[in-house]
């Protein structure tokens, strides 16, 4: 079968090469893609690819082969699934625990734009705890995290402020229910009962500083590949016996092929809008990739295998 791998290239970080065919193991599903969808993280993967290893997490496409355990979706199903690498081809096996079948209302395209960025902002916000009436700082809001993030926030009744230096982005978010948008963090007012960071570097001690006292941080990226440095005393000025927790998606006490139900049940009922910046052949991958990757997508970046 036909397959991206990683070159380490810059300039061209995928090509397309003939690969063997996936064998399932017996608790997965092969999975013929019609679509994938790419995230901004797997463009740095691609800067140092690991060797053997193919990217792509987030598909949509039909089960072609069931799993041979009897779990998961029997005959031919529309899924969308979260495999953790592989992707990126004309088939994959995918974990039956980490399929859901996509119901006619939801498109393949929707479908493929809603694994990675649905399932963080999902789960974060359940990280985060009850949201309504609380005030909430999202920072680095322009991607799909923040897209979703923003909506189920607001929808859930939180009052959230979202930075974003892109003004078409802080509009779209306005439109999904923001309270407010703020081009820097130094700019968010607060004080804020709970503030989700994607940045690192020096927004992570601003967004911080106008956290609440006894207020909770989630930390759950580092968008800006710069180690953040803290003050312990820092802490005396605003935001005393404050909570910093780490969070990692992947790290959760519910299942992948729930949540990911849960995700197309909102979209199915128009509650969720994942969006989709840019549809493309999936042979346009390595121009898609640094275009994300120089942020000339704005919205999720789907890819279709004619």
């Known amino acids: 079968m036909k397959a991206f791998v990683p070159t380490g290239d810059p300039a061209e970080p995928v090509v397309l090469a003939d690969v063997d065919e996936p064998t399932p193991r017996p608790d997965e599903a092969l999975v013929k893609v019609e679509a994938f969808s790419v995230n901004r993280g797997e463009t740095f993967k691609l800067e140092r690819p690991a060797l053997g290893e193919r990217p792509g997490k987030d598909i949509a496409g039909l089960v072609v082969q069931p799993a041979a355990d009897g779990s998961g979706p029997s005959g031919i199903t529309r899924v969308v699934g979260h495999p953790m690498a592989g992707g990126w081809a004309e088939y994959v096996a995918v974990p039956t625990g980490a399929l859901a079948e996509l119901p006619g209302e939801v498109s393949v395209l929707q479908g493929a734009a809603l694994p990675l960025a649905g399932l963080t902002a999902l789960r974060l916000l359940r990280a985060a705890g009850p949201v309504p009436g609380r005030r909430v700082l999202l920072t680095g809001a322009s991607g799909g995290v923040g897209h979703f993030v923003t909506e189920l926030a607001a929808a859930a009744g939180a009052q959230v402020t979202a930075v974003t230096r892109d003004a078409d982005r802080g509009a779209r978010l306005a439109e999904l229910g923001a309270a407010e948008i703020v081009h820097d963090v130094a700019d968010a007012r607060g004080p804020y009962d709970i503030v989700l960071e994607s940045t690192g570097g020096q927004a992570l001690p601003l967004a911080l500083a106008r956290l609440a006292r006894r207020g909770t941080l989630i930390w759950f990226g580092q968008a800006s590949r710069t180690p953040a440095t803290l003050d312990f ?50 042979t346009d991958t390595a121009t898609t990739l640094t275009d994300l990757r120089d942020r000339r997508i704005r919205g999720k970046a789907v890819l279709t295998l004619s």
């Open 233 to 282: 005393f820092d802490f005396f000025a605003g935001p005393e016996s404050a909570v910093i927790r780490h969070f990692h998606y992947l790290d959760a006490d519910t299942r992948l092929d729930d949540d990911l139900a849960a995700l197309v049940r909102l979209t199915a009922e128009s509650r969720l809008h994942p969006e989709i910046g840019r549809v493309a052949d999936w």
